[in-house]
């Protein structure tokens, strides 16, 4: 097999980030049942889950590798390729669908061609959908960039995630 | 363990308090079908097939997960449980790519033969045509994932007899897939230690050994109580 | 800490607010924040410093108050005085409203909810008590308002089996939507034996359109660690775990930022309140699966596993985490215990049904006047949930149903609309109450679309591990979304409906059982849209675009 596997012991390449990481492993004592807490500090470190990290992690855990990949894989929180530099996460839950977010969806997939759930092939822009993220009051609701945008049209949807990657500028 | 007296298909039985239904019922000579249980492993309750009708209970239960309780009264075969057998069957076969006909399973498939017993002679549902990729990486097995219906046998018997845990399932729902190690190609798997155990469990022709052809692949799952009770009685021989 | 602690610091801090002439309670959860309540904020801060105020007038930021559409949200509390609620505040009216209650200014009426807003008086709030009116990140403050007094009176004066019969005679039943009676679980869980028990708050709240535990861990975090550490006492266990959904990053912060405060004053941790109780909570962070809202899977999730529910029984409350005992109880339930503890079972049972005491807290939203939370008795009708609360449909559109229950539930009609809100009188119509979604529909929203909808949700949530859910909502799903696009044959609904009762008969957990639900109540409802769109090959609320079949396609 040709993929590096680090040891607990040894950082692949001495990269820092395994020191949270590592970090993480002693605050659960590396307990087996706390994979999930580990994964979630894991993805938030490298900001998502690739295969050394995965290795690394079911060693220092003592947990099978297949496992390992099982748990990341059912839970749609964990992502295991790398996310865009900007992301756009349209809320479609049930309050967001019956106001009609599913355009808002429609709109921004027509736009910067790339499915919901998928990035951009220039790396640029995620966009993906939430199952309701407990902001119904709001919708349709979406997030960019960590920000909260509320009663939003397929065009002031546009208009604010065309600002945040800046593809005005480069037209 | 105290003994108990229940009632299955109105003939009064005994058994073992908390003894597994699905023994005792099959002990009374009932033909209950099964997919995901394999004598010899854990129980999973997922196929669904083994369901019975419990008196006082909402709920269908699951024969292979309930324990059998003083005065229960169960039915196996009721209307309504063959009907929805069908149809759990047919959900099977509209699932992935099951065409006996060019399968090496054929005639000796658990699927097939299951679904033949319970006459399913057509599939209502839509075929979801998955094309699935095959993984012929290993030396000695190959993995169909369009023939897997997602028992878990091969998972259980790998982790709980042979003790590597090599296989898993990765994703979840209709997107469920099995895997070896990080989702690895069989043959570079470091944890498998082609036992073959998993192929023999597996109740389709998803796992089979390379170089059979349609019909020729014939497995015998049945090794597993073999050994495991060999193990308890020292008895190593045939 | 001992009780007598306790109380001289509710009473210091008490006095500690009375000083103040005016406390101004600005709204900062999500909606409000969206709407400019940070604005209002700054402005106060501003003009309170500018005028030498800061003596005189307090400023807090709280959590969310529920009336969410008309934030920002200031709340003026003052000495002998009730509540004044503030709606759409900006910067000038919040001035405004600081010159009114600080300096004698002229009221600024035209911004004030009237004390009569049936939103406002319809309410009664025991598990929402505290929320919009306590700092959240201030153990001091709930404290003051009698918080911690329910498990110091517990410790000191009830023996584990009363604090059970207590529970048990408030009538409280599961708010997460199973409605199984709460006192009967936790003596369940206290009679098992097993030397090592557990106590597990479900806030892995997935149903789309519900969100009062987010509100509830955001906004009043140490109700619910009060009630877990009651729970933990009645029945034997010493460690909790509450469970939060990944989606709810701040509502992890809070309760981390809780637990540290109620550990540092003894009120949780080892020997609380100075008796010989030890509890210690630790928070999971869910990772976004909707299925962990099943009590199995969400004890698989804790442990570290793939999210998959095992049959029931053995039910947890017998073997539940690492197979030791455990009592899981949804987020709201423990919001309610404090106070049944501490005001009495007779109390709570005072409110509500016969059947079905208390409150429940509503999720209000979809095409209705007023959303947000609302926390009333059980038994009001949903017509005065809809149209008093609610205050009706926008744009005097036509009621057409509501929906609770989120992918579990159903959607009720109009000739419905005076049934009263208890877990049988919605079971009864088909649908649940679940965790509380509410979700109103008008004219323009296709019960069919809106079963597909939930379809596809059930499908891309179902975990894999039972054929009937796994493949039948994929079956179910194709069907709906035929029926959608008019390319549905004569023979696609009675499919559809066999589907429907072996999923719901065969399948393992609730999920499954559930996912029917939404198709088989529309379809006893609204049977006329199914049969519009496939005979008719027309969308009667114009969501659907229909294409009409050609020939034989299926």
Partial sequence: MSIETPTPESHPGGDPRYKLVDRALKRFQYRQDALIEVLHLSQETFGYLGEALLTYVARALKLPPSHVYGVATFYHFFTLKPKGEHNCIVCMGTACYVKRAGEVVEALEGEFGVKAGHTTEDGKLSVSIARCLGNCSLAPLLVVDGEVLGHETPESTLAKVRAAVGKEQAE | MPVVTLTINDELVSALDGELLLKVIREQGVKLPTLCHLDGLSERGGCRLCMVEVEGIHRLQSACTTAAREGMVVRTHTDRLVSYRKMILELLFAERNHVCAVCVMNRHCELQDVAAKAGVDHVRYDYLATGLPMDTSHERFGLDQNRCILCGRCQRVCDEVEGAHTWDVMGRGAGSRVITDLNHPWGESRSCTSCGKCVQVCPTGALFNKGVTVSEMEKEPEFLTRILEGREKKQWSR | MRVADLKTMAEQESAALAVFRARLLVCYSAPCLAAGADAVREALEKEVAGRGLAADVQLVSTGCLGPCSRGPMVTVSQPGQADAVYEKVTPETAVAILDHHASQGPPADGFRMSPENPFLTRQMRVALANCGLIDPERIEDYIARGGYGGLAHALHELDPSEVCFEIKHSGLRGRGGGGYPTGLKW????????????????????????????????????????????????????????????????????????????????????????????????IRIGAGAFVCGEETALMASIMGLRGQPVPRPPYPAQKGLWGCPTLINNVETFGNVPDIVSKGSDWYAASGTPKCRGTKVFALCGQVENTGLVEVPMGMTLREIVYDLGGGIPGGRAFKAVQTGGPSGGCIPASHLDTPVDYEGLQQLGSIMGSGGFIVMDDRSCMVDVARFFMEFCLDESCGKCVPCRAGTVQMHRILTRITQGKAGPDDLEKLEALCEMVRDSSLCGLGQAAPNPVLSTLRWFRDEYEAHIHEKRCPAGVCRLTPSEGGER
């Fill in chain 3, 187 to 282: 003596n369940l869980v206290r009679k098992a034996p097993g030397a090592k028990k557990y106590v597990v708050a479900n806030g892995d709240e997935g149903d789309p359109g519900a969100y009062m535990d987010r509100t509830l861990m955001e906004s009043d975090p140490h109700r619910v660690l009060e009630g877990m550490a009651i729970a933990g006492y009645a029945v034997g266990a010493e460690q909790g775990f509450i469970y939060v959904r990944g989606e709810y990053p701040v509502a992890a912060q809070r309760l981390d930022k809780a637990i540290k405060a109620a550990e540092r004053l003894g009120l949780l941790g080892s020997r609380v309140l100075e008796s010989n109780f030890n509890f210690r909570i630790d």
